[in-house]
């Protein structure tokens, strides 16, 4: 190799190292991109489990078998009311 050809040599390989890095870092934005996709997943599921958590505490141990016309209670109704139709807001 000539002395001349060294800096064309080095001009390619720096352009291979560049090109190399260029895409690394596109890969790199891309997985970061997806990790924050990700980790936003994550909290929404973890606030799903704890409100399907909070409404499996407030569900009665067994279910009654009544239905609304043999309900003893307004309060009785209610209930009935928030099993069959999943409507578990707190009610003032």
Do not use: C, N, W, Y
Request: charged share 25%; no cysteine.
């Amino acid at each position: 190799m000539t002395a001349a050809r060294i800096p064309r040599q080095l001009d390619l390989q720096e352009d291979a190292a560049r090109a190399l890095a260029d895409g690394l870092r596109a890969q790199i934005d891309d997985l970061q991109s997806r990790l924050r996709e990700s980790e936003t997943h994550l909290e929404h599921l973890a606030i799903t489990r704890r409100t399907v958590t909070g409404l499996a505490d407030r569900l009665p141990a067994v279910v009654p078998d009544l239905h609304p016309s043999q309900a003893e209670t307004p309060g009785q109704l209610g209930i009935l009311t928030e099993v069959g139709t999943g409507s578990f807001a707190r009610k003032p």
